[in-house]
C-alpha cells in the first residue's frame, strides 16, 4: 500500500498475531450504511503524507503499457473503481477518457483535487452500474477490500457489466494465497509535514485456513514535544489464483497474468488481466 522507507519481515506469522481484540472495536466511520476503515475516513487527508503520488510513477508505467498493448493508441473511455487518492491513476489518466468512483467521499475528494480532468462518482465496486461501458476497468489495490468470495465475485461482475466483448479488466491485489509472504511490517517517517507523521503497517494472516488477512496501521503524531498514537485495524481478503481463474471464467473473462515490480520494495505483484468474452 505505501512506498515504505523501512520494511521488515518474519517469516510464518506465529499464531500470537491472531490477538487483535482491537479489530471489533477500532474507531470507523459510517457511510451510506457501510463502516469503513479509519483510513479512509478521518485520515484521509494524509493520503498525499502517507503515499505520495509520485511514488505510484514506475508503477503506473505497468498499468499503462498494458492498457495500451491491449486498447492500442487513442484516448479510449477508462473507469477505475475504488481510485482512492488517484494516485496511480494520475499518471496517465488525461491520456484517456477517465471515470472513477470510490466509495469514500473524503478518499475521492483526494482524487478529484489531484486529477480535475476525471470523472468522479461515488459508488460501491459490488453494485455500481453506470448503464454505460468502457475500453478497460481497473481495480488497483483497492481489490484487497474484498472480503469474501461473493465480494470478489461482485466486483469482477460489475466489471463485466461495464465492458464489451474484447474489453479488458486489471487488478492488482497485493497478494495470492500462494504468494503472500509471511507476517511484514513496513514504516516510513515523513519529517516535512505538521504534525510530523511515522506511519507504520503490519500485515500478517492469523488464520491461513480462510481467506483473510490483518492490516494494522499506526499513525504517530510528533508534535509539541509529544507524540499521539492512533490505531487503525484493516481486514483484506486473500485468494488463491485458482480462485480467482474460477471466479474470472464464471463472470465471463478469460484470465491472464503479468508480474511487475509495486514501487521501490521490488515486491513482485501479479497483475490480473481479464479480456471480456
Ligand atoms: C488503498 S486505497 C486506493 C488507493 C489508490 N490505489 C491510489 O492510487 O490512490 C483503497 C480504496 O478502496 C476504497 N474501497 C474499499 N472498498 C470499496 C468498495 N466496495 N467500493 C469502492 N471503493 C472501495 C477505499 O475507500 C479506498 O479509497
Redesign the pocket.
Known amino acids: ?1 505505501t512506498n515504505p522507507s523501512h520494511s521488515a519481515t518474519s517469516g510464518n506469522s506465529p499464531k500470537s498475531s491472531l490477538e487483535l481484540p482491537g479489530l471489533l472495536k477500532a474507531p470507523s466511520v459510517q457511510q451510506g450504511g ?1 463502516t ?2 479509519r ?2 475516513g478521518e485520515f ?1 487527508h494524509l ?1 498525499d503524507t502517507i ?1 505520495s ?1 509520485q511514488e ?1 510513477a514506475e508503477e503506473s508505467k505497468h498499468w499503462r503499457n498494458v492498457l495500451r498493448a491491449r486498447l492500442g493508441p487513442g484516448r479510449h473511455p477508462i473507469l477505475e ?10 499518471h496517465f489518466a488525461n491520456e484517456f477518457q477517465t471515470t472513477a ?4 467521499e473524503r ?2 475528494a ?2 478529484i483535487r489531484l486529477n480535475p480532468g476525471v470523472e468522479h462518482l461515488v ?4 453494485t ?1 452500474r453506470l448503464g454505460r461501458t468502457f475500453k478497460a476497468v481497473l481495480v ?3 481489490i ?3 472480503l469474501t468470495r461473493d ?1 470478489l465475485r461482485a ?1 469482477i461482475a460489475t466489471a463485466r457489466a461495464h465492458l464489451d466483448t474484447g474489453g479488458v479488466f486489471i487488478a492488482a491485489p497485493d497478494w495470492f494465497k500462494e504468494t503472500f509472504p509471511g507476517t511484514h511490517m513496513v514504516y516510513a517517517i515523513r519529517k516535512h509535514v505538521t504534525p510530523e507523521l511515522t506511519f507504520i503497517e503490519h500485515v500478517s494472516d492469523p488464520d491461513p485456513s480462510d481467506e483473510r488477512l490483518e492490516w494494522v496501521f499506526f499513525y504517530l503524531f510528533s508534535e509539541g514535544g509529544r507524540v499521539r498514537v492512533e490505531e487503525d485495524h484493516h481486514v483484506v481478503g486473500i485468494y488463491s489464483r485458482d480462485t480467482w481463474a474460477q471466479l474470472l471464467r464464471e463472470e465471463g473473462f478469460s484470465m491472464e497474468t503479468v508480474q511487475y515490480p509495486v514501487h521501490d520494495t521490488g515486491q513482485m505483484v501479479d497483475l490480473v488481466v481479464g479480456t471480456a468474452l
Open positions: 500500500m457501510r469503513l476503515n483510513m479512509y484521509a493520503w503515499s503520488p505510484y473503481l475504488g481510485v482512492g487518492g488517484g494516485h496511480n491513476l494520475h468512483i470510490d466509495i469514500s478518499m475521492l483526494n482524487s459508488g460501491d465496486m459490488r455500481l488497483h489495490d483497492a484487497n477490500y474484498m465480494d466486483a
